[in-house]
């Protein structure tokens, strides 16, 4: 049986094969795997998944592309040309069609909104309200879908926390291999990957997010 621990992707068929006792083809066992890796990236935001992007504002021009990999955006600022950092505040849409009726208005931009497509573009666009009107530059830093154990053999999920990703994987399976409800090793692993989700999410959720410098009690001496 294949060691929990780190798992490449080569351990983590054998250990899903070892636990479900069944043998799956590489194109179905490929699928599970993406399956609980895209149920985990959307659940967890870890710091690890989160990446930086700089983009060279047009002046005069509202919209622009987002990064093909983005899941969400973690902060937002824009950059003068003497360094200053303004940070926008994220709103929908529709807010942004009110408040910035007409994209001729400039200024610095103070709010921001994510939309969809439109054609040809096939990626989401940010809106920036009021629209630039100097040459500013982006600083993005979102949260991303990493690669996938499958095409790169080994990942941060793997090395450090290959239990959300194994039970997550064996869910996968036992609905693949259309476990009952009442199947007591199914059962045991949606237990054993809600255990290690919790965890998991401890981690991006909490001690990522603060530090014992703002967390501690301190007691003030008079």
Sequence with gaps: ????????????????????????????????????EQRIYNTVQLANLRKTSSTALTPSVQTFNAPTDLLSVYSFAVISASGNYTYLLNKDPAFMQEAYPNPATTGTPKHYALNGPSSPVTRLQFILGPTPSTALVTDLSYFSM????????????????SSALLYGTLCEAGVYMKSGTDDGMYKLYQERYVQAIALL???GDGKQQTDSFRTETRVEVS
Excluded: C, R
């Excluded at 990493?146 to 926390?161: C, K, Y």
């Design 1 to 36: 049986m294949a060691t929990l621990g780190a798992l490449t992707y080569s351990q983590l068929v054998a250990a899903v094969s070892d636990y479900a006792q069944n043998t799956f083809d590489t194109t179905d066992m490929n699928t599970m795997i993406q399956q609980a």
């Design 146 to 161: 990493p690669e996938s154990i499958v095409t790169a053999v080994t990942t941060w999920l793997g090395e450090h926390f």
């Design 201 to 203: 999410k401890n981690l």
